[in-house]
């Protein structure tokens, strides 16, 4: 059974940072592409960052220089730092592997508060 469960979500304050984990099992991890996308309530999901299975990143532009995603293929996890947090930045975050066949997380919450 494949799980992806995504941690590190919580009420932070403007400016503030957090880092988000993606554990993942029941997978072949090193062979998946995996991403971060996020959803506000009201508006459509959408992609924060991704990182190939052979450690290649892109980034949605309002993300870049402030997210950092990175993967642990010893520890099957993704991960996604995120510093000057804003409180458009408030959303569910989700993780997602690709390859021949797409997973997602349940998702984490992150608020961040004014």
């Known amino acids: 059974q494949v799980q992806l469960v995504e941690s590190g979500g919580g009420l932070v304050q403007a400016g503030g940072s957090l880092r988000l984990s993606c554990a993942a099992s029941g997978i072949r991890f090193s062979i998946y592409d995996m991403a971060w996308y996020r959803q506000a309530p009201g508006k459509q999901r959408e992609l924060v960052a991704g990182i190939s299975s052979g450690g290649r990143t892109n980034y949605a532009d309002s993300m870049k220089g402030r997210f950092t995603i990175s993967r642990d293929n010893t520890k099957n996890t993704v991960y996604l730092q995120m510093i000057s947090l804003k409180p458009d930045d408030t959303a569910s975050y989700y993780c997602?592997?690709?390859?021949?066949?797409?997973?997602w997380g349940q998702g984490t919450q992150v608020t961040v508060s004014s």
């Open positions: 997602k592997a690709f390859g021949l066949t797409t997973y």
